[in-house]
Structures are given as structure tokens and as C-alpha cells.
């Protein structure tokens, strides 16, 4: 289903144990997006990359403002709207193959196992066919990784939540992945929101970059990436956008 994902004047606020304060992990967060768009979301730790993920999954409520899909309220978790998290958590009790087929990535809502096809077909686009039978502690973190990545990959939500994703996977393995992740994308048109620490994955793969700031966690920019699909990394405009996105984050090279 085509979606409209609204967040107006979007904020949250934590309570910090054993202290009075309160963190602000995000403040005033107006933003629209839209199925067919593909979001990655950069910004330095703790700017509230996952509060927003978790705020748009439902796990979590905001403390001001309102978050809504095709006008309608977020108002709890929905199998709509699938994440993958940064700490992912297979079952580990289930092998490989069951973990993609049977795992719901939402809490509390059931759904229908995977078709065989599906699932091998999954298998096939993390590159764990023959481990299909493993149970995942007898995987390296990576091949976990791509697991849980299939396990969200397969239900195709409408809205498809990733943070940092492919954090645990060598360069090479990450560039299969990037361009796996995007064909299934344009595949389904659903909209994915990504959140990666890698500036160049950005904007390899987002049809636009919100770069956010911290203390307290805001948007600071949004910037179209106005290239074709597949993109080169080498092109001028490429290293453009690399530029202008490390100023943003303030790592851009200082010139006396
Ligand atoms: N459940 C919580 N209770 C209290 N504080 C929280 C909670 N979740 C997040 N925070 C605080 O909110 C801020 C933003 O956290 P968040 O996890 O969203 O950052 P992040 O951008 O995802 O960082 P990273 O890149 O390290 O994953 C941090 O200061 C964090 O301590
Ligand atoms: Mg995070």
C-alpha cells in the first residue's frame, strides 16, 4: 500500500536514571515521506537515529507532536511497519531458516510463516544457502547480521526500518548487501528509512539524506541525492555529495 509517513513537531524526551535530568534524544521533527523513497539517516551518536526509528515503529510515544501514516495516529507497533534493530536479536533457538520464515519482526503481532520459495529466496540474497540449518550461534556476527536483514526484508512492510544494518559486515560483503537491499527496493517501492554511520552508503543508496545533529537530536539538513540508479561512487557529483554531507556532520577538511 502506497503511504504518507507525517511526523509534525515530533519530540522525545527521556527521564535519566538517578539524576533529575532529562535528555531530549530529539526535538521538533517535521518531516513528510513517502512509499518509492529510500531515507538514509546519518548523524554522530547518541543524535536520536534510533529513538526516531522506534518512535516510527510504534515501540515508543512521543512526548510532543504527532506521528501518522495516511493521516492516521501511530499508536503502537504494526506489521506495516517493519524494523530491524541495531542490536539484532535472532532467536537462538530457531536455525537460519526458520529464523527468516517464522520470526515476526514486530512485537506482540503474529504472521504467517514465509513460503519455502520465499525464504530460499532470501537465503539466496544474503548468501547463506548452506547455512541454512545452523543455529545462529554457530554464525560470525556478520552472518547474523545478514540474517536479521532477511528477516525484516521478507515480510515487506509498507514502511521498512533499518538501523545501521550492515555495520557488522567487511566492505565487500556491505557492497553485495547495499546493492541487494536496493533491488528488492525497487522491487516492492515500499519506503525504507536506513540509518548507517556510512557516509559514502548514504548516499550510494538514499533517494535523500536527513543528517542529523545532537544536544539535543535534531534534523539539520535533508539533501536530494539527484543520481541515477546504480550509482558511481567515483563520479564527481558522488564526491560532491561526500563533501558536503562530512561538512554538514563537521569532518569536512579544514583549509586554512
Ligand atoms: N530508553 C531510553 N532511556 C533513556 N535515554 C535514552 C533511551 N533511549 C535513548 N536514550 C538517549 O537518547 C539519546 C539518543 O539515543 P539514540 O539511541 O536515539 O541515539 P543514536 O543516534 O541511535 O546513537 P548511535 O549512533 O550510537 O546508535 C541518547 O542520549 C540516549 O542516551
Ligand atoms: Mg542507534
Not at 540474497?125 to 521478507?154: C, H
Not at 557516509?199 to 545533529?213: N, S
Request: net charge negative.
Amino acid at each position: 500500500m502506497a503511504v504518507v509517513l507525517k511526523l509534525d513537531g515530533v519530540s522525545k524526551s527521556f527521564a535519566r536514571v538517578e539524576t533529575t535530568d532529562i535528555t531530549t534524544a530529539l526535538t521538533d521533527v517535521n518531516l513528510e515521506m513517502h512509499s518509492g523513497e529510500f531515507i538514509s539517516l546519518v548523524g554522530t551518536s547518541g543524535c536520536g537515529k534510533s529513538t526516531m526509528l522506534r518512535l516510527i515503529a510504534g515501540l515508543i510515544m512521543p512526548t510532543t507532536g504527532r506521528l501518522t501514516v495516511n493521516g492516521e495516529e501511530i499508536h503502537g507497533p504494526d506489521t506495516s511497519r517493519g524494523m530491524m534493530f541495531q542490536q539484532h536479536t535472532l532467536f537462538p533457538w530457531l536455525t537460519v531458516e526458520r529464523n527468516i520464515a517464522f520470526a515476526d519482526t514486530m512485537r506482540g503481532k503474529a504472521r504467517e510463516p514465509a513460503s519455502r520459495a520465499e525464504v530460499d529466496r532470501m537465503l539466496k540474497v544474503i548468501g547463506l544457502e548452506s547455512f541454512r540449518n545452523d543455529y545462529p550461534a554457530q554464525l560470525s556476527g556478520g552472518m547474523q547480521q545478514r540474517v536479521a536483514l532477511a528477516r525484516s526484508l521478507i515480510s515487506k512492510p509498507d514502511i521498512l526500518l533499518l538501523d545501521e544494518p550492515l555495520g557488522a559486515l567487511d566492505s565487500f560483503t556491505r557492497m553485495n548487501m547495499q546493492d541487494e537491499i536496493l533491488n528488492l527496493w525497487k522491487e516492492n517501492r515500499q519506503l525504507v528509512i536506513m540509518v548507517t554511520h556510512d557516509v559514502d552508503e548514504a548516499i550510494y543508496m538514499g533517494t535523500r539524506v536527513f543528517v542529523m545533529e545532537p544536544h539535543p537530536g535534531r534534523i539539520n539538513n535533508i539533501i536530494d541525492i539527484d543520481l541515477e540508479y546504480p550509482r558511481n561512487r567515483a563520479s564527481s557529483k558522488f564526491v560532491e555529495y561526500r563533501r558536503q554531507i562530512l561538512d554538514m556532520l563537521h569532518f569536512g577538511q579544514k583549509v586554512d
